[in-house]
Nanobody, 115 residues
Framework: QVQLVESGGGLVQPGGSLRLSCAASGFSFSLYVMRWYRQAPGKQRELVATIFTNSVTVYADSVKGRFTISRDNTESTVYLQMNSLKPEDTAVYSC?????????WGQGTQVTVST
């Protein structure tokens, strides 16, 4: 079965960096689009970044120029490098893939940007 396991979250000061990882299993990773979403308390889930099977990337305007999504097909892992973090980046970050109409999410990892 499809499993997505995120790691790498934590507490970081404004201006700092974090690298999130999402280890995938149970499907042919290289054949699927992967995404990172985030959800802050009291807010709707937001699509942060997408990486296609040819490694083309798309970003939300709010993170463009600060975040980088990448994938390692040999390790079945998708990454989110987050630089110049702001307090408004505080959220639970989850990775995602869709297989047909079915969406799969990991359990999420908390990112808190605060002094």
């Amino acid at each position: 079965q499809v499993q997505l396991v995120e790691s790498g979250g934590g507490l970081v000061q404004p201006g700092g960096s974090l690298r999130l990882s999402c280890a995938a299993s149970g499907f042919s990773f290289s054949l699927y689009v992967m995404r990172w979403y985030r959800q802050a308390p009291g807010k709707q889930r937001e699509l942060v970044a997408t990486i296609f099977t040819n490694s083309v990337t798309v970003y939300a305007d709010s993170v463009k120029g600060r975040f980088t999504i990448s994938r390692d097909n040999t390790e079945s892992t998708v990454y989110l490098q987050m630089n110049s973090l702001k307090p408004e980046d505080t959220a639970v970050y989850s990775c995602n893939t869709f297989q047909g109409p079915t969406g799969y999410w990991g359990q999420g990892t908390q990112v808190t940007v605060s002094t």
